[in-house]
């Protein structure tokens, strides 16, 4: 399988209100060839559940959870680290993108 064209990185700390609509919003876009890497900083809600839930429907989301919480910035250079994609996207976990959105990025 060849690496993606992007990587949609996500982090996630309890936001279970908002992670489905986001991952859902990337699923819905009309930009096929993507991986949404999401990493959880410790959330203590439902966030994790939620997101492996995409993960066994969809191969193209991987799910990471760090083993301690390491803040904001330093998370998001650890989603970056396990990107493979030659372009980056991040998406806050509370945010949705247009349908057409990655597409006109790209």
């Known amino acids: ?9 996500t982090t996630v700390f309890n936001r279970e209100k908002y992670i489905a609509a986001c991952i859902e919003s ?3 876009s009309t930009f096929s060839d993507w991986e949404m890497i999401i990493v959880d900083d410790g959330s ?7 997101a492996k839930r ?3 429907e969809d191969k193209r989301i991987k799910v990471y959870v760090n083993e301690k919480n390491l803040g904001d910035y330093p998370n998001r250079n650890k989603a970056a680290s396990y990107a493979v994609g030659k372009y980056l996207k ?14 006109v990025m790209v």
């Open 1 to 9: 399988m060849n690496a993606p064209v992007l990587s949609v990185l």
């Open 26 to 28: 990337v699923i819905s």
């Open 44 to 50: 203590t809600d439902n966030s994790v559940e939620i």
């Open 54 to 56: 995409f993960e066994t």
């Open 90 to 103: 991040y998406l806050d976990a509370d945010d949705i993108i247009y349908p057409h959105g990655l597409q």
